[in-house]
């Protein structure tokens, strides 16, 4: 029968509830060689968690497919190429004014959602100009959204010399969205001039389908 000593047996019973060390003897090391190396594993641990917060928030507000929704789509879309298929293309140029917009950084501002994605989207006041834009060509534009693809020529009269041709185009092009045209993916030809007129600024249009 092996006997052990009481010692050994006062040894071994601490080491059965003795806690493992904190990192273990490789990580020891290295961290004595490189005193940055716990803090760039924690910079790291928290980027992983980070990643999988982000992934998990976005697969909670992923769009689910709704198949009532997407039948509905689908019958509107069928609804307007047989309306534009019966409807012949319209060759009239329709001229209309509308106001200046303001400047595009009181147009647009971001939007952040939950999962951490950032969009630019219409500001308040952008969406009143849209409104306003909306007021303003159907006192001019005396028939439906056209159906087939357009040409416009956008004349710009500004008040002073500053401000980009884009800005200008992208509010203007999109506020004539459900009111000249359905979408404006349907500009397929687009002519832009530029002056100055302190004393009346607006744009100009003309409008028109095409082939």
């Known amino acids: 029968m092996t006997r052990f ?6 040894e071994y019973q601490k ?3 003795q806690k493992p060390p904190a990192i273990s003897p490789l990580e020891q090391a290295i961290n ?51 309306e534009r298929n019966e ?4 060759n009239t140029i329709y ?10 950084n009181s147009l647009y501002r971001g939007y952040t959602y939950a999962e951490g994605n950032t969009r630019v989207i219409l500001s308040a006041e952008g969406r009143q100009f849209k409104k306003s834009v909306a007021t303003e060509v159907q006192s001019q534009f005396p028939r439906k959204p056209f159906l087939h693809s357009v040409a416009v020529t956008i004349k710009t009269y500004r008040p002073r010399k500053a401000g980009d041709v884009d800005s200008i185009l992208k509010i203007v092009l ?38």
Do not use: C, F, G
Request: hydrophobic letters at 30%; aromatic letters at 8%.
């Open 5 to 10: 000593s009481e010692e050994w047996l006062q």
């Open 15 to 17: 080491s059965r509830y």
């Open 32 to 82: 004595d060689a490189d005193p940055d190396y716990q803090a760039e594993k924690q910079s790291l641990a928290e980027a992983r968690s980070a990643m999988r917060n982000k992934q998990e928030n976005a697969q909670k507000t992923k769009r689910v497919y709704n198949p009532v929704e997407a039948k509905l789509r689908r019958t509107i879309k069928k609804s307007i190429d047989k």
């Open 87 to 90: 409807t012949p293309v319209d």
């Open 95 to 104: 001229e209309m004014t509308l106001s200046y917009p303001p400047l595009l």
């Open 174 to 211: 999109d506020a004539l969205n459900k009111v000249v045209y359905l979408d404006d993916e349907q500009v397929n030809e687009l002519h832009v001039y530029r002056t100055e007129d302190k004393n009346y600024p607006r744009v100009e249009l003309q409008i028109m389908e095409t082939e």
